[in-house]
């Protein structure tokens, strides 16, 4: 496993997140293809011995059951300190007022069974909250030992600007990682999000890297229960499935080229593109296992070009 640090914060992480969406009681109703707390168990345990040491998980995964089962997880295989342990705030009652940061930040801790948070990522932008209340609300959350340092998720790039210099301009706690939406079949955000996290050293560990799995196979569609139910994933892909077909394809030649799978192409170009740590979820061990062999892939400029050149615009996806 190779490492690095979460942008300003001094904190290592593993250059991959193991996504925690994927477990959760289906009972929930929030997706009908997540694991059981055993099953969830063995690919925490699997990434653990992978060297994987970041964790990503929300309030809002299968009505909270998705933090439960992660902390009782990492509890029975690791110790605490040795694990980077984040989660995220803003789809409940309130959004990211104080009121509902304060609130919220006890049940995450709580279900997950720790007294801190290494990471709290504000899942989107709340234009029904000011600026300042929301980062003052953030801030005193790092003052008072409840979270180690924060991050942003979706969201316009004018949006996490502002925010940023809320915090400089009021001495609160700037964000030091940005989880947006990114992939080689949606690359609207480098047009001004990457490039002002770059210029602000905000790590960038990107959800969906792989387009849920349609960056990892040379078929559009799978026969899943996730594919078949993912309604979500549907609609960000499926309605640009022949211009990102193309894209697909030529992901599939470099996997020959290099005798690898899509996966570790995919990723390597991740890798290439300056990204901290892409999160990938699993719903079995051997896809993680799949995912560390692009740490065995160098792509060269023309490889990365060839991809790249054939990327048509996107509506925007996740920020709204």
Not at 67 to 79: D, F, P, R, T
Not at 197 to 213: D, E, I, R
Request: glycine residues 6%; contains cysteine; aromatic residues 10%.
């Amino acid at each position: 496993m190779q490492y690095t640090t979460l942008g300003n914060s001094g904190i290592k992480v593993s250059r991959f997140c193991l996504g925690c969406m994927s477990f959760g009681d289906p009972a929930s109703k929030m997706h009908a293809w997540t694991l059981d707390p055993a099953q969830s168990e063995e690919i925490i345990r699997h990434a653990l011995d992978l060297g994987i040491n970041f964790f990503d998980t929300a309030n809002c995964y299968s009505a909270g059951t998705s933090e439960e089962y992660l902390g009782a997880a990492i509890k029975k295989n690791v110790a605490r300190d040795k694990v980077v342990l984040a989660s995220k705030v803003y789809f409940n009652e309130g959004h990211l007022s104080r009121a509902a940061i304060e609130r919220e930040i006890e049940g995450t801790l709580k279900r997950l069974g720790t007294d801190y948070l290494d990471l709290y990522i504000i899942h989107r932008f709340d234009a029904s909250t000011p600026i300042e209340e929301t980062m003052a609300a953030l801030d005193g959350l790092v003052r008072a030992g409840k979270v180690r340092a924060l991050g942003a998720s979706a969201m316009y790039g004018y949006q996490f600007y502002n925010m940023q210099l809320a915090a400089r301009d009021n001495g609160f706690t700037p964000f030091v990682s940005m989880q947006n939406h990114y992939n080689p079949f949606y690359r609207e955000d480098e047009r001004e999000l990457i490039p002002i996290c770059k210029q602000m050293n905000v790590a960038l560990t990107p959800y969906s890297p792989l387009a849920a799995g349609r960056a990892a196979r040379p078929d559009w569609a799978a026969d899943t229960l996730r594919s078949r139910t993912d309604v979500v994933a549907q609609g960000k892909y499926d309605s640009t499935e022949e211009a990102d077909k193309i894209i697909a394809g030529r992901i599939s030649a470099l996997a020959q080229k290099y005798a690898t799978s899509m996966t570790a192409i995919t990723f390597a170009w991740h890798f290439k593109k300056g990204i901290a740590a892409p999160i990938i979820g699993a719903t079995k061990a051997k896809y993680l296992d799949d995912a560390v062999r692009a740490f065995d892939v160098t792509l060269t400029d023309e490889d990365v070009a060839c991809l790249d050149e054939a990327y048509v615009p996107h509506k925007i996806v996740g920020a709204l």
